[in-house]
């Protein structure tokens, strides 16, 4: 994986930049699970509730 920034001049824009790209490109949260060991019916129940927040989401609302 690889993300380019480019500098022209203004360091904290650049360094922002990145941060968003990273944020966008899932990068900082998946080092965070890979910190530590997760058991696999933990791995389990987080993917199935991250997929029922998905459906949940894309849902249409009628009122």
Excluded at 18 to 30: A, D, N, P, T
Aim: glycine share 4%; charged share 45%.
């Amino acid at each position: 994986m690889s993300i380019t920034v480019e500098v022209k001049g203004n360091i904290e824009r650049a360094i922002r930049l990145l941060k968003k790209r990273m944020q966008l490109e899932g990068v900082q949260k998946e080092v965070k699970q890979r910190r530590f060991y997760e058991k696999p019916s933990v791995k389990k129940k987080r993917k199935r509730l991250a997929a029922s927040r998905r459906r949940r989401k894309s849902r249409p609302r009628f009122l």
